[in-house]
C-alpha cells in the first residue's frame, strides 16, 4: 500500500508541475483511496507530505494523509509486484532483434526508425490519432540525454521531451554552451505508458513504464547508441537510471547521481530529471543537476567558463 501511495505521490506532483489541477476519480476509487490513507495514517502516526499536492486530490482524501510521509525513492518494478492501480500489469513479446544495414548514420537511422513505427508492439500500444516516438538530434553529437518515456506533448508531436520538462531541458542544454540539436535526445520508451482513461477523455497523467515495457524497448535504445555513437550518456532521472543499470541496482537517485557508471559500453552520467526542478525551484536543487552537467562537459571536453562554474551558487 505504501509503494502504491508513493507511486501515487510522484504523479501528482508531475501532474502538478504541468499545470493540471483536477483529475477524475471515480467514486469506488474515492473510497480505496480514503480507505488507504485512513490506515496509513494509523500505522504512522501522522503527517502531511502529500498536501504538497492538494487541489490535484480530492480534499477529503488528501487531509487523511499523514504527516511526517517522506516517499521513498520511487521503483516501478516493486508498485507493479504490489499491485498498485497506478501500474497495472502487462504482458510484452520478446525484445526485438534489431539489425541496422550498412551506410552512413542518416541512412541507419532511417533503417532503424521505420523498423520502430512498424513495430506491432509499439503500435498496439499507442493510442488513436497519436505517434511512436524515437530520438532526435545529431547525429554525430558527442553527448546523448536518456529519459524514461514519451509523455502527452511528445506523443502528438512524436518527438521526446518537448513539455514543460523538455523546454527546461533545452535551456539546461544552452547554458552548456550548446544547442539542442547539437546533442541527441531520446528515451527508453517509445510509447506512452498507458494509464485508465474515461471514455472519449485524453489520458490524464503520465505513469512511470514497467520494468518489462522498458526491456522490451531497450533494443532501439542501445541500436540509436550504435547509430549516433556518442562520447557518453546522461540519464534524466529515477525511472531511466533503473531502465538502464537494471532495477534494484540502487536506493535511492541521490547515490549513484554526479557519478560515473556504464551503458552499452559509454560512460554513463546520472542526473535529475529536469522535472526535478519544476517542481523545486531552489538555487540548491538547480546547482545539483548543474554541478553534474559540468561533470558532463569537462568529460566531453567542452570549455566551462568561471561564470558557468558559478551558476546557481548561493550568494
Known sequence: MRLALHALH???????????????????????????????????????????????LVPAVVSAVPTAYEPPPFRPAQVAASGGASAPAVTLPPAPVVTLPSGDKATRWAALHEQVVNDPTCRSNVRAGKKIV?????FDAKI?????APGAEEEIQGEPFVGPAGQLLTKMIQAMGLKRGDVYIG????????????????????RPPHEAEMRYCLPYLKAQIEVVNPDLL???????????????????????????HAFAGK???VTYHPSYILRNQSNRSKRMIW???????????????????????DR
Open 267 to 269: 560512460p554513463l552520467m
Open 134 to 138: 524515437l530520438g532526435v538530434g545529431a
Open 234 to 260: 546522461v540519464a534524466l532521472g529515477t525511472t531511466a537510471a533503473q531502465g538502464l543499470l537494471g532495477f534494484g541496482s540502487f536506493a535511492a537517485l541521490g547515490d549513484i547521481r554526479g557519478k560515473w
Open 10 to 56: 510522484d504523479e501528482l506532483r508531475r501532474l502538478k508541475s504541468a499545470g493540471v489541477s483536477t483529475v477524475a476519480v471515480s467514486e469506488e476509487g474515492l473510497v480505496a483511496l480514503r480507505r488507504a490513507v485512513t490506515s496509513l495514517a494509523r500505522n504512522t502516526g501522522g503527517a502531511r507530505e502529500l498536501r504538497a499536492t492538494t487541489n490535484i
Open 187 to 206: 528515451n527508453i520508451m517509445n510509447w506512452r505508458p498507458q494509464m485508465p482513461k474515461v471514455d472519449g477523455r485524453e489520458q490524464v497523467g503520465n
Open 291 to 313: 554541478e553534474d552537467l559540468i561533470k558532463v562537459m569537462e568529460r566531453a571536453a567542452l570549455p566551462v567558463s568561471e561564470k558557468q562554474r558559478g551558476f546557481f551558487l
Open 144 to 148: 546523448m540525454f536518456v529519459g524514461e
